[in-house]
């Protein structure tokens, strides 16, 4: 099983990357899943969305296609989002408009939403309302808002302060919730159904 976590901050040394990383170690050592693989929107050198994509030609064929069969041969993702002035970032939102209809299609995602303040609530509503329409991807009902990132999940301190020791086993038990939803619905995908019969959502 594998899970790919796709950062979202434009930043290339973001406070979501940390946490990123942090998740990406964390379903690891947990044995979570077998694979996982980091989308760093930050350095993907993925254009905006224009019509060039349904081409399949020049940028979109040598830089969004490897990425776009690391989604297809996931079976859940994480989202870390910043909360950028309330919002998830453009590159981010971009982001969700690229995937075809298969690759991301009823497969669960977690949410982790990252505040260097005591925000981030925002981009979990912002990513619940309109991310999924095309994509089909399954949010889990459980999701996770990293409060006062800069003092939590820092490598080189040990966990000293309320943030960093309320949020770690929060993480570890969305991870291991996620693992259980992307056991679950691995047997979905394999029904005998028609999936892409209504390929768009309403």
């Known amino acids: ?62 830089n969004w296609e490897p990425i776009e069969n690391e989604l297809a041969s996931s079976d859940g993702f994480i989202i870390v989002s910043p909360e950028w002035g309330g919002m998830v970032p453009a590159k981010l939102k971009n982001f969700f408009l690229l995937p075809n209809t298969i690759s991301m299609a009823h497969k669960p995602a977690l949410i982790v939403s990252v505040s260097e303040g005591f925000g981030g609530s925002y981009p979990i509503n912002e990513l619940r309302i309109s991310s999924y329409k095309n994509t089909h991807i399954c ?25 960093d020791k309320l949020i ?20 979905l995908r394999k029904a005998d159904f028609n999936f892409n019969e209504f390929p768009f959502g309403m």
């Not at 009902?141 to 309320?162: G, M, S």
């Open 1 to 62: 099983m594998k899970i790919s976590i796709i950062m979202g901050s434009h930043r290339p040394e973001a406070q979501s990357l940390k946490v990123a990383k942090y998740l990406s170690k964390r379903l690891t050592d947990l044995k979570v899943c077998d694979g996982v693989y980091l989308l760093n929107l930050a350095t993907a050198d993925i254009p905006f969305y224009d019509e060039g994509l349904k081409k399949k030609e020049g940028i979109w064929k040598t």
């Open 139 to 163: 949010y889990i009902p459980q999701h996770v808002i990293i409060r006062k990132v800069k003092l939590c999940l820092n490598e080189e301190q040990p966990a000293d302060n309320d943030f």
């Open 168 to 187: 770690r086993p929060r993480i570890d038990y969305s991870i291991k919730l996620l693992g259980q939803y992307c056991e679950a619905f691995i047997p």
